[in-house]
Every structure is written in structure tokens, then in C-alpha cells.
């Protein structure tokens, strides 16, 4: 049985336009649901207008302020699939933990890529 989402259907700026309201819609949930994302916003705020007053080139500029939308990015998938794990089941699985770890170790490393990427730059 095939059970696709009616709004698969849309094309053009229809479904352009829902997608946006879509999106913004899982900024605000990720925002007032999540303090990971909402400290990684609020960290984003003071580094990507920091990374674009810094006296570096473009493509410095551009992998200091990548490094940290990248792991905004990552938070978004993370909390999706916390979210997609929970509504599943809240009993503990072996198979649930190990998404949720991978997950979080993801977001781990994104954030060591922050670390790296501005502590190179900055320490040239």
C-alpha cells in the first residue's frame, strides 16, 4: 500500500510557497522545543556577523560562518530524528539509542568543526 502525503501532489510556486511556511514552522518548533537549537541560534547570532566583520578573506569568511549554519543544520536532523524516534515508541531500544547516539555524536562533530575551523583562521 502506497501512502504518500497528499501535498506530494503540489507543483510550482504553490508548493514552493507551502514548503517555506513548512520550514519555518520547523525553525520555530526546533527553536521553542529544543535548547540545543536554541543555544546554537543564539551562538550563531554573535558568530556569523562576528565572521563577517573580521578582517579575512571571503573564503575565510565563508567557512567561518558555513561551520556554524552547518551545525545548526545538523541540530535540525538531530532533533528530527529524536522526534521521528519518539513518536515510533518511548520504550527503550537498543536500536532507538544508537540513532539518538548517532545523532548526537554528529552534532559532536559539527561542533568540533566550529572549533577547528575559527581556531585555524584566527591563529594563522
Known sequence: MNQESPFKGQTGLKRVWNALFYSIDGLRAAYRGEAAFRQLSWM????????????????????????????????LLNSAIEAAIDRISLERHELSKRAKDMGSAAQLVGLVSIGSVWSLILLK
Open 44 to 75: 550563531a547570532l554573535v558568530l556569523v556577523p562576528l565572521a563577517l566583520w573580521l578582517d579575512v578573506g571571503r573564503q575565510e569568511k565563508a567557512l567561518l560562518i558555513g561551520s556554524v549554519l552547518l551545525s545548526l543544520i545538523i541540530e
